[in-house]
């Protein structure tokens, strides 16, 4: 793996883990794309820490049970001024 590719799996990584954020609000800081994210977190990361891509892969796993809510969240606001 290329260093500058180890560099940005550790600092999406450290994002992460440091604001809980979302996949894909997390390619939007870095300006990389969803898919370049999750594959980081996911084949990336566990090559160079296991500690630390089992601490991302629980984040990410609750992000996850979440996200239907927080799109029926924004469907709500969406069409809460339209009525």
Same mark, same amino acid.
């Given at each position: ?18 604001? =809980?954020?979302t ?10 794309? $969803? %898919?370049?994210? /999750?594959?980081?977190?996911? *084949? ?5 820490? =296991? ?12 992000? $996850? %049970?979440?996200? /239907?809510?927080?799109?029926? *969240? ?10």
């Amino acid at each position: 793996m290329q260093e500058y590719i180890q560099k940005r799996v550790l600092e999406i990584c450290a994002y992460i883990l440091e604001t =809980k954020s979302t996949v894909r609000h997390a390619a939007e800081i870095f300006g990389v794309s $969803k %898919s370049t994210v /999750h594959k980081d977190m996911t *084949e990336r990361l566990p090559s160079l820490n =296991k500690d630390l891509a089992h601490k991302v892969k629980v984040v990410l796993e609750h992000n $996850k %049970s979440e996200r /239907h809510l927080r799109g029926g *969240e924004a469907t709500r606001r969406k069409y809460r001024h339209s009525v």
